[in-house]
């Protein structure tokens, strides 16, 4: 995902702001917590020569046999590998091509496509029998696909191929979210990009704290009250100065700041707080803590601390506020500090926080997370898993969030890397929320998570941008979601 873009206009296009964002050298802000002791690194295995007999699926039984005791395929094995396009997503590439060079029985055949267009491509394609062996995913499209039998299922590779996958080096929490609504207790996919929630990192403008007589937060430890003074303190919107950016427009963005208003200081948060219920049946809009952290942030808009959609992209630009130096805080991503070094070059200086803890003690989070997964139909299970190993392995993950230009893989062994934390020290903090635990992602029960943000996001915009009250929106946007929520499995 290209940084030209600002979040109000990916989540406009419906791509999910989640997913890598281009990354440098970061001067972010470390934390004081010690280093959990890190796993050794994963190293893949040659994978093997075999394929399972085309058509039928994949089980432990019939793939169990070691690559070596394996007989070759006769003539080269394609593999369709359906991708992302563009900047954060080059490690695919290069991984891919690695791979090949290792097997050279094996042809992968990339097929590049924008984030954007990947859901619609995945449901038409797996609809038609036309999808390819592998392709990618983001945590609010895959329970759909699952349920629709477009993916194939894992644990009998992984059992058959243990030392490869290396599987108990992944996040466990997000495993078990895997295996969520939609999956029904299986794993059809492996998880990549991971983020504890999408506005985890506040980035800020020293030059400008400095110049209102100010500090910034000496850690990731404060509080939503210390933002709020350092906003209005710092701000001074008749000078076009904004002093924060918060993303609410869509469920997933928005849960993690509403869990902040939890009642007990979690992790867990407590599920008053959450937007959507934790059965993913009910609306909570109109939860107490819900309203409240929304009108904290509508009432920054009205006062002219925070900007509106019209604000938030700056004439003739191809950053946003905070990279124009136009914007005292940013909440965002947790690898937005290395996407934005390079296009804040030496502009102002700046660092990067953790989100803050809300009034009880509790720092919202919101898991989401990107994905690779086979073809139910896939001719190949054998090959495309080693493939897919090869993307999500320690090496690849790594290589992404460290050389690349993505965010960390989903491995306990890369955010505990103390290579990463040198280089990029606000990632040592976002390992610590993971260890700690990171509440789920708001899926809908009946799976319509792309119409729940839709419909969000088209219904609180006006109230967003302070050209609504709450009454006023809460009178349409409840409702308009509940409907959403309320339809059955599609």
């Known amino acids: 995902m290209s940084a030209k873009y600002s979040r109000r206009t990916l989540l406009a296009l419906g791509l999910s702001v989640t997913a890598g964002a281009a990354l440098a050298a970061c001067s972010g802000g470390g934390g004081s917590q010690p280093a959990a002791t890190a796993p050794p690194a994963a190293q893949a295995t040659a994978p093997s020569q075999a394929a399972a007999p085309a058509g039928q699926p994949t089980t432990a039984k019939a793939t169990a046999a ?8 006769a003539g080269a094995i394609q593999l369709r590998l359906m991708r992302f396009a563009g900047v954060g997503w080059e ?118 704290i400095d110049k209102a007589g100010l500090k910034p937060p000496a850690s990731s430890d404060w509080t939503i009250q210390e933002m709020e003074a350092l906003a209005r303190g710092a701000g001074k919107p008749k000078d076009g100065i904004f002093g924060i950016e918060v993303t609410m427009s869509s469920p997933l963005y928005s849960t993690q700041v509403t869990r902040s208003w939890s009642s007990v200081a979690g992790p867990p948060a407590s599920s008053d707080s959450w937007v959507l219920s934790p059965d993913g049946a009910k609306s909570q809009l109109g939860s107490p803590p819900v309203k409240t952290a929304f009108e904290w942030y509508w009432q920054l808009v009205k006062d002219g601390f925070a900007p509106t959609s019209q604000d938030q992209q700056p004439a003739g630009s191809t950053g946003d506020l905070f990279t124009a130096g136009k914007e005292v805080m940013q909440s965002q991503i947790i690898g937005q500090p290395q996407a934005d070094h390079d296009i804040i070059g030496n502009k102002f200086k700046w660092t990067a926080v953790l989100w803050p803890k809300g009034p009880n003690g509790c720092r919202g989070t919101c898991l989401s997370y990107n994905t690779w997964s086979i073809s139910a139909k896939t001719q190949h299970p054998d090959e495309a898993f080693h493939l897919m190993n090869a993307l999500t392995s320690t090496e690849c993950g790594f290589w992404a969030g460290y050389d690349g230009h993505a965010v960390p893989y989903c491995r306990h062994s890369i955010w505990f890397d103390q290579r990463l934390w040198e280089k990029y020290p606000l990632t040592k903090d976002g390992a610590q929320v993971f260890q700690q635990g990171v509440d789920p992602f708001p899926m809908p029960a009946n799976l319509r998570a792309q119409e729940y943000q839709d419909t969000f996001q088209q219904n609180t915009q006006k109230y967003l941008d302070g050209k609504e009250s709450w009454d006023q929106m809460f009178a349409h946007t409840q409702k308009a979601i509940q409907d959403i929520l309320d339809q059955p499995r599609p």
């Open 66 to 73: 070691p690559a070596a005791q394996r007989a070759p395929a």
């Open 91 to 208: 490690q695919d590439v290069k991984f891919a091509n690695e791979f090949q060079q290792k097997n050279p029985n094996i042809k992968v055949i990339g097929e590049d496509t924008p984030y954007a267009q990947m859901n619609q491509k995945v449901l038409t394609t797996g609809a038609s029998g036309t999808i390819g062996d592998l392709f990618p995913g983001h945590t609010r499209w895959i329970a759909f696909w699952e349920y629709k039998g477009i993916c194939h299922e894992l644990d009998p590779l992984v059992k058959a191929y243990p030392d490869e996958t290396k599987f108990d080096d992944f996040f466990p929490s997000v495993i078990k979210d895997a295996r969520g609504p939609g999956a029904d207790g299986k794993l059809y996919l492996f998880p990549t990009i991971v983020h504890p929630g999408g506005n985890i990192a506040v980035l800020l403008n020293l030059d400008l």
